[in-house]
């Protein structure tokens, strides 16, 4: 059985992208015969700053959202990353196979790092290190594929990169891992500024859906949303008109329609956002739904939570202990 394995990271609350660009994929990937592990990576929010309280908030609903968004603890292991020891332990070891060089080059460590020294913030070495970290989660775990969204694409890479290199010094010890990307809304975009990928941890929320705004929320920033100029119509153009290309997007991804055989059913922006306000306000209703009914009873998401993590800690811990074997650590 192919084992996947992917992760939500809870440093802002959850958007249309994190639904559309990784749990709707989730759900799906486990109505296939795969063992599936999904995992809150609470250490991951550390490496900005951040405030206590509120990522063990968003953790909690991090992990309420999994379940209210369909997956079944039943067919798959949900779990938090920090209860999990293998993670921090495998990832030193990887530390010691990667380097700083290559480290700099992801684009999201630039990105983040010159947010924080514009913010006249330090760059934690964490986030230097976060791919490493990343990494580990998909290693520990022998995960032959793993379902995100295009921008983590690269750190899936390097934990290619990093599976192969350490295969070759020390033996045969990891599966090098595939990415897995959604054939629609694999990049979702703000909509307020569709040449930035919508984000949950942008500070203006306008143009970013979250999975729990109220309808009348989600109908407001579609309808508020940026079209391009120009008087070619409602054309499908990802390069020339993102911002309408977005919206063909994601109402292709919620209705299952071609974006460009969506576009030719419209003459104008504003009966295309009446309609992809509506779709997302419906795909997003039984997950609100769930997500109540779920958040009334937070003892039962912590068994789920508990449950998840003593499996995940007993698949990950025989290839942790292979890993520091192999790379040259006396057995205790
Ligand atoms: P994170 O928390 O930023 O995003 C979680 C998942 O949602 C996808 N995603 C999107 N997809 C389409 N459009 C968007 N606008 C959009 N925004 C987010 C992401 O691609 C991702 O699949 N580093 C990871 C978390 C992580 C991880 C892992 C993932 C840590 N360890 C191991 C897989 C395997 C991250 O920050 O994702």
Not at 23 to 40: G, Y
Request: with cysteine; charged share 25%; glycine share 8%.
């Amino acid at each position: 059985m192919t084992r996947i394995f992917s992760g939500i990271k809870p440093s802002g609350h959850l958007t249309l992208g994190n639904y559309l660009g990784a749990l709707r994929q989730w759900v799906a990937a486990e109505q296939e015969p795969h063992d599936a592990l999904f995992c809150v990576v609470d250490l991951h929010a550390l490496t900005v700053d951040h405030d206590p309280a509120r990522v063990r908030r968003l953790s909690r609903q991090a992990a309420t959202l999994f379940l209210a968004s369909g997956l079944d603890p039943l067919k798959c292991t949900l779990f938090v990353q920090s209860h999990v020891d293998e993670h921090t332990r495998l990832s030193y070891l990887l530390e010691c196979t990667a380097t700083d060089g290559e480290l700099r080059r992801m684009i999201q460590y630039k990105e983040k790092a010159a947010r924080a020294r514009a913010a006249g913030d330090g760059v934690r070495l964490s986030l230097l290190t976060y791919p490493v970290l990343m990494a580990a989660d998909i290693l520990a775990y022998d995960a032959a594929e793993v379902p995100v969204g295009e921008d983590q694409r690269q750190h899936v890479e390097l934990a290619r990169d990093l599976a192969v290199r350490f295969n070759l010094r020390y033996g045969h010890t990891f599966t090098v891992p595939q990415v897995v990307l959604p054939t629609v809304a694999a990049r979702v975009m703000d909509l307020q500024d569709p040449a930035a990928k919508m984000g949950k941890s942008h500070e203006n929320g306008a143009g970013i859906v979250y999975l729990l705004d109220e309808p009348a929320v989600i109908t407001k920033k579609v309808m508020r949303a940026v079209t391009d100029s120009g008087d070619g119509g409602v054309v499908y153009d990802r390069a020339a008109r993102p911002g309408v290309a977005n919206l063909l997007d994601i109402l292709s991804a919620c209705t299952g329609a071609e974006p460009a055989a969506l576009a030719d059913r419209y003459s104008g922006y504003g009966a295309l956002k009446r309609d992809v306000a509506e779709a997302v306000v419906e795909v997003l209703r039984p997950v609100q739904e769930r997500h109540a009914e779920l958040a009334a009873d937070p003892g039962g998401v912590e068994r789920v939570l508990r449950a998840g993590a003593e499996r995940a800690r007993g698949l990950a811990r025989p290839v942790v202990d292979r890993a520091y074997r192999n790379i040259g650590l006396l057995e205790p």
